[in-house]
């Protein structure tokens, strides 16, 4: 079974520009959860999609969007970029819903770099 | 949100040192996973604990799960170089919502031939 795939694997952006990137959960997973880090905070929780629906959010400016489409590919949005923006992001699918035994399984990440 | 202090931040020791690594909380865990990260990858899951007092193993690797569910600790005998790489503990609050993970800020290990 394939795993998560996030494209692209590396972008480089400038101040004020806005970037999408791609994330393809593993076959039957339905949830998506989007993950920055950095080595001063490491893995913060950006939000979770399920069913094409945000389920949660994580403590993070309005610029920082996500959707979730009918096949659970996700992409996330970053608009008007910083230079604290610069970060591995982390896309991680899940089996199970609303269930303590919450195993992600991530994938390979977007290195961000603003410059 | 609950806060997971890893210990120590930093290790490096020679091939054929056992160590242990820690992940500490105030708060309740429903379960708790460590994940290894090498770098440029994500994490990978190494295992998941749920029982208080739990101990899992996984070749060299002792994984336990504290009597009240606050802290859990990484035992590796016999490290190895493959061994490198950044161990996160992530915790989900012990009311099983919809929240993300919540990770400890890791500890960087790095074993020398």
């Known amino acids: 079974k394939a795993g998560v795939t996030q494209t692209p694997r590396y972008l480089i952006k400038t101040r004020g520009q806005q970037v999408t990137l791609s994330c393809s959960p593993i076959?039957?997973?339905?949830?998506v959860s989007w993950y920055q880090q950095t080595p001063g905070q490491g893995l913060q929780f950006l939000f979770e999609y399920f069913s094409e629906t945000q389920r949660n959010k994580g403590n993070f400016p309005g610029r920082f969007s996500g959707r979730q489409f009918s096949n659970s590919r996700s992409e996330m949005n970053v608009s008007t970029l910083e230079l604290g923006d610069s970060a591995l992001y982390l896309c991680?699918?899940?089996?199970?819903?609303?269930?303590?035994?919450?195993?992600?399984?991530f994938g390979p990440g977007t290195r961000l770099t603003v410059t | 949100t609950q806060l997971l202090e890893q210990s120590p931040q930093f290790l490096s020791i020679q091939e054929g040192e056992n160590l242990t690594v820690y992940c500490n909380s105030s708060s309740v865990f429903s379960s708790l996973q460590w994940y290894r990260q090498e770098p440029g990858e994500g994490p990978v899951l190494l295992v998941t604990v749920v029982t208080g007092g739990e101990v899992k193993k996984l070749k060299r690797l002792t994984f336990q799960f504290g009597d009240a569910r606050k802290d859990s600790s990484l035992h590796i005998t016999a490290a190895q170089p493959g061994d490198t790489g950044l161990y996160l503990c992530a915790a989900q609050d012990s009311g099983g919502g919809a929240d993300g993970l919540t990770f400890g800020k890791g500890t960087h290990l790095i074993i020398q031939p």
């Open positions: 991680a699918s899940s089996l199970v819903r609303g269930n303590s035994l919450y195993e992600q399984y």
């Open positions: 076959s039957g997973h339905r949830s």
